[in-house]
Structures are given as C-alpha cells and as structure tokens.
C-alpha cells in the first residue's frame, strides 16, 4: 500500500531528521482539516521558532504533486489533503490483490507463540466460563497466525488430583455405561455430585476415593483404563463444542503429563538456592514481593497445580523454543501466575519475561435465561443450541426463504455468543443476554453478518454473481461517506497487529463494528446500482473490499460470515 506519511515527510523540505518527521505524522480526526497532519510543536526546541512561525515555513516550501492536492497551516499544525481519487485506487488495489490475505503479514515467521486456552478439566463439561477463554484464546490463535506466528494452541488439561478417585468410586457404584453413552460427560458430572452427596452419610467413601486415587498415581492397569475412559468421553464431548466454536488445539497435554517431568525443574530450582523447607512443604518464599509463598511439594509429598505449571513451562520452552508464551486464563488466577513467573525470574531464566497472563473478567448468563437442571452448571453446548433456536426463529419470521437456513442460523448464532465475549476489553465482566447478542441491529456478530451478506447482495441485484472488474476510475467518489470507509479499510493491517499483540480482540471487534456502520452509512446515502456505470463499477469495487474485510475480521474473531441471510 503506498505510505502517504512516508511520502509526506520525503518531501517536507527542512533539516529535521526523516525518521522523527515520518513518526510524527498523525492521521487526522477530522476530514474537513484534511487527511496527514504534522503537529510542529514537537520541534519548536529544537528549531528555537515557534510551532505557528515553523508550520508557515514548511508550508511555503512544500510542493503540492500527484499525492498531496493541498497543505494548510493552521495554529502550528500542518495539514496535508491527499488526492482522494489517489488514494481510493491504491486501497482498491491493493486489496483487491491481496484478496483473503489483505492484513496479513510475515513478520513472525521464525517465531513460536505457545497459547495455552481453554484448558478443561476431565470429568467436567465445558460451560458458560470457559466461553472467555476459547473465544479470545481461539481469536488469538488466527491474529498470531496471520502475522506469520507458528502458534502452539495448547489444552492444558485439568486431568490430575484425587477427584478422579472420587470418580472411580462414584463410578463403580452407580455409573451406567448406558447413560454414560447417551448423556457424555453430563452422567460423568452428574456421578460426581451424587459422590458428594452421599459421602456426607457415608465417610467411607472419602478413604476409598483415595486409595483409587494412589492406585492411578502408581499406574494400576484398573485405576488408568477407568481414568483413561473418562478423559475420553469428556474429549469426545468438548471437541463437538470445539468445532462449532473453530477452534483448533495442536497438544493436548495436560497436568498429568508433567507427572514424571518434575523432578528436574524441582533440582534446578533447588540448585539455585531458592527452595525452603517450611512444615514439611518444598516452598520458595516470595515475601519480599508481597506475595504468599509458592507452595511446590506438599508435606506428603505430592505436587501441587503450580508445580505442573512449572514443568510445563520447562517443557515448553525445550519442545517449542517459544518467543511468548501465553495463558488465557481467569483474573482469579493472577497470583498463580505471578507467582510461577516470579519463581521462574529468581531462577535467573531469562524466558521467564516471555510469559504472560492474559487474563479475562467473568461472564455471567441474565438470572433466569436458562434453566440448569439440578446443579448450577451451565453448559456452553446449552447456550450454543439456545442461540441458535431463537436465530432460526429470527430467520424463519424474517426470511422464511432463505436457503441452507440451518446452516446460516448456526453460523449466526454461534458467532453471536463468541462475539458476545469478544466485544469488550477482555477483562471486563459481562453478562450475557440472549436478545442483546442476536440483536440484528446492535453492535452484534449478526449485525456484521448482516452488512457483509449486503454487500453481496448488490452484486446480485447488478445481475453479477462477484465482481467481475476492478475499477480503475474513481474520480467520481468524492464524499465524506466513501473517504469515511476507504481510511477503515487502509487501517485494517494495523488493526490485525494491534489486536494479536496487545492480546486484546475486542480492538478488532470494536473496528469491525465501526466499518459495518461506516458501510451503512455509505449504503444508505448513495446508490451504488446506478445508471452511471463507471461510478457503479467504482463502488461496487469499493463494496467488495468492505466485504473481504469484514469476512476476514469475522474469521480472525472465530465467526463465520454466511453469503446470504
Ligand atoms: N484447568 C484450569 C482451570 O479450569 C485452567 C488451566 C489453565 N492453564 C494452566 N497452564 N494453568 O482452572
């Protein structure tokens, strides 16, 4: 894309250097005081002229060309018009050509990102909380992917501790294989309730749940086949949700994994003298960083989750070799991961500055939208299916001939729960409300859904099936509402980078959210099916660029973009 900045300050002739002049070009808010403005205050010192004196200067000796149509210099401030034709061509241009690839880029290629998201535990259902961490996780994943990142989505399975001996017992007294197969990892859960129940009145139970557990922890062929059966049904039943969400995992390795990778982090950070013995417990003291400590082995000798996370990251940094490594995971988590990454830094690894929580704030389902049965688990499939029922009666009252309605009411009521998570700064409690989310009209996925399948809609009412030539005349779009959309448009790259690397998709959500409105904006003030053909070849140029953003932002969120709707 031609850099007008850079083409701004190749031409200012003065003795500032190049680089500080370039870098201090801002784009302007408003249109009206053009499009580039350089603010002079910056370098009043250094000139040792006041900003307004050093803006008429500059002025006076700029050279108005092909690029730049007119610069302006008002209180200290220099503004510089581009040639609007000029630069709707080279935005149409260039992303035209690049097409699904507009707004990637390769600078991360050589590097690995390990992504821990979603991380599950076995024996339990994914529910409404682990919606934050799969969606931005699962966003994440495709930003980093698309700036030319190796990314390592990992599933950190909750798949260690004495509850799977609780669940062997539970188990071997009430478990049904039949209902098992029916209900998935439902009956797993249900099983382990009632194990809690009943333990009340029979404290027998809580003795006999441990020695199953030991029997698993020393490898007993009984203890891991039943172990190894409940970690499937749970995988079999989260990967259906997983795929409706599109997200992808490349390991599946979890807690347990780390069971005989311990020891030797364990010696090292013994080695360096930074583990104390206190009541029995291995522990390294992190009182000077008004911390509690960071507890690694327990008095009898078991290894606790922090102990895990400390393999991993060992593990991680020798399998993958990463640049970062990133844990989506809950606010509630925080001194967790300061604690092992303050344990990692006192080891003097100097990796330990690559790893990063990106943490989330809750959400919450509106009291009363959702029956949960007994227990106050409520399940992601519920919420999923839910959406989707309440989109296929949108659709059937709205557009009752819509073909592949089922698919599009998947597609729309999927994305309208990952959007939900991904609208707001990640760490910000939210509560989730059906008809909010599925609002067509509101800052929604089916809102941007709908603006993209509009899109596509005027190349079916121009009796075209896709755009069949890219405009090379623009001189006749000169208004506020196409400049408008062009700037979003140019500014998409940016958007993709500032999104992946400050871990924040809500960046590319809230741009995307901006474009679709912008795009109705111009939709509604002109007419792009008209008798001018050349103005309507330029703007339906200018719709199909819209469109490829938007249906590429939406993927890079997770959500699909149906043609129709
Ligand atoms: N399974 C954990 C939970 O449900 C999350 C694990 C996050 N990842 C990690 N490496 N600690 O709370």
New binding site residues.
Partial sequence: MFDFKKHIADNIKSDIDKQLLYSAIINTADDSMGDYSLPCFKFAGMLRKSPVMIAEQLKNDFVCDKYICDVKAVNGYLNFYVNRSEMLTDTVCEILNKGEEYGNSTEGNGKTICL??S???IA?SLHI??LG?TAIGGSLYKLFGALGYHVVG?N???DYGTQFGKMIVAYKLWGNDETIKEQGVKALQDLYVRFHREEEEHPELTEQARQWFVRIEKGEEEAVRLFEYFKKITLDDVKVVYDRLNVKFDSWN??SFYNDKMDKPLQFLESKGLVTVSDGAKVVDLSEYNMPPCLLVKSDGSSL?AT??IA?AFYRKETYNFDKCL????Y??DL??RQIFKVLELAGLPWAKDMVHVAYGMVSLEEGSMSTRKGNTVFLKDVLDKAVAKCMDIICAKNPDLPNKEKVAEQVGVGAVIFSALENARIKDITFTFDRVLNFDGETAPYLQYTHARCRSLFTKAGMSYLTRIARDYSGLDDVETLRLVKLLRNFPNIVSDSAYKYEPSILSKYLIDLAQAFNRFYIGHRVICEDLSIQNARLSLVECVQLALRKGLALLGIEAPEQM
Avoid at 327 to 330: E, F, H, I, S
């Fill in positions: 821990d998201y991380s599950v535990n339990k909380g682990h961490t990992i950190h399975l909750g979890g807690e989750y895990r996370d991993a844990y989506v995971v809950a509630q988590q967790h991961f």
